[in-house]
């Protein structure tokens, strides 16, 4: 696949092995709904290989999916207003971020947010106790550039204006409003790196009423993939779901884990995705698996 657009760099976006989840899609549905939506990657990928037209996008970071929604609706608008936020830097770049920090913990305003995820350290959106972003931003630089933030924009715009319902719920009532004609990709936060508590999403994913939704997904016959726990090197991230599911295990090489390299030591990153068994009647997950990693 070649390469997409992408305006948001994303701690935990799986747009780098976007292709390889897709190999486990029908390659046809009538709708994809991401009830943990992130920056949509998923959905910008399913769109360009057009195994959908038609997508529901769903986060419960309010200010995340009415970004998306303008990124995908209204691509001008919010590609000027990034242009003057980040020519307003000058010099004092860094006091120009917090004051935009501030700002936004404020008003909640979701076009001052593309300036803060372009800028801050690693991509990773970080709350404190009080539900205030408080991420740091990266001083060696000053965040996308507007001309490759602009064309990123139009590129994401282009795969899914007008296609898209944008959502602001918890991840059980997209679930439950969801039918058998709809495929599901679910990734929530690993309940190992997130513990109960997780920084992107204000509060963590209880384990057991994930698996109580993925149980009913099941008694509904409905097909979905789900991106859950983990490894890198010999430390896991989170639970393995249960094998009452009857889920097909997959586990997808990433690649070496660019931190550990840095500490000098050689670790694989391991992410780790399910297979509903309706969809395994769909399509033939132990031939594709074979070209990727091991099920177990």
């Known amino acids: ?37 992130g920056t949509a990657a998923i959905s910008v990928a399913a769109s360009a290989k057009n195994i959908t037209q038609n997508f529901l996008i769903n986060d419960i970071n309010q200010p995340l999916v009415k970004l998306l929604e303008l990124i995908v609706e209204h691509p001008n608008e919010i590609a000027d207003f990034y242009t003057t936020i980040w020519q307003q830097q000058n010099n004092s770049s860094i006091e120009h971020y917090y004051k935009m920090r501030d700002e936004f913990n404020k008003n909640s305003d979701s076009k001052l947010f593309l300036y803060l995820l372009a800028r801050c350290v690693k991509g990773a959106v970080r709350y404190n106790r009080e539900g205030l972003f408080n991420q740091s931003p990266d001083k060696r630089r000053k965040g996308t550039h507007p001309s490759k933030m602009k064309k990123n924009i139009e590129g994401v715009s282009k795969l899914l204006k007008g296609k898209c319902t944008f959502t602001n719920l918890d991840y059980r009532d997209v ?122």
């Open 1 to 37: 696949m070649a390469s997409l657009p992408h305006p948001i760099q994303y701690q935990g976006s799986k747009r780098s092995i976007a292709s390889d989840i897709l190999k486990f899609f029908p390659k046809k549905v009538s709708r994809l709904v991401e009830p943990f939506a």
């Open 175 to 296: 679930l439950a409003q969801i039918n058998s004609s709809d495929f599901a990709y679910l990734d929530p936060p690993y309940q190992g790196v997130c513990g109960n508590k997780d920084s992107r999403y204000y509060s963590g994913i209880d384990f057991y009423d994930f698996v109580l939704a993925l149980e009913d997904l099941n008694r509904r016959n409905i097909s979905f993939v789900v991106s859950y726990d983990g490894k890198r090197g010999d430390k896991k991230f989170g639970s393995e779901l249960p094998k009452e599911l009857n889920l097909k295990k997959i586990d997808i090489e990433v690649g070496r884990s660019s931190q550990a390299t840095l500490l000098g030591r050689e670790e694989i990153t391991i992410e780790s995705l399910y297979c509903s068994p309706t969809l395994n009647t769909e399509i033939n997950i132990h031939n594709l698996s074979r070209q990727l990693v091991v099920i177990r």
